[in-house]
């Protein structure tokens, strides 16, 4: 059977305690970028998606402009007057 010195049983002790406390600090220090960071972590997914499945995104493209019956860049440039309403609104 092993032996285990009073001093290092000791010290791992103290160790462990330290480690906790620094896992924890880390925690809160982190918690406001969790959502940031979902947010990159989805977006970074979505990228992939695309890039290995375009014929996915051609033929999601291509039943919109079925559904809609009309050109996407129409709804491309109300999305954008939108935004800029938004945006405009938000400093008013």
Do not use: N
Request: some cysteine; overall charge positive.
């Amino acid at each position: 059977m092993k032996t285990v010195r009073p001093s290092l049983a000791a010290r791992r002790a103290r160790l462990l305690e330290q480690i906790a406390a620094e896992r924890l600090a880390m925690a809160s220090r982190l918690r406001d970028w969790q959502q940031p960071l979902a947010m990159v972590d989805l977006g970074c997914s979505v990228a992939r998606f695309v890039r290995h499945h375009p014929l996915a995104m051609a033929g999601g493209y291509g039943v919109l402009r079925l559904v809609l019956r009309r050109p996407l860049s129409r709804i491309a440039l109300w999305w954008r007057r939108g935004r800029l309403l938004r945006s405009a609104l938000r400093i008013i």
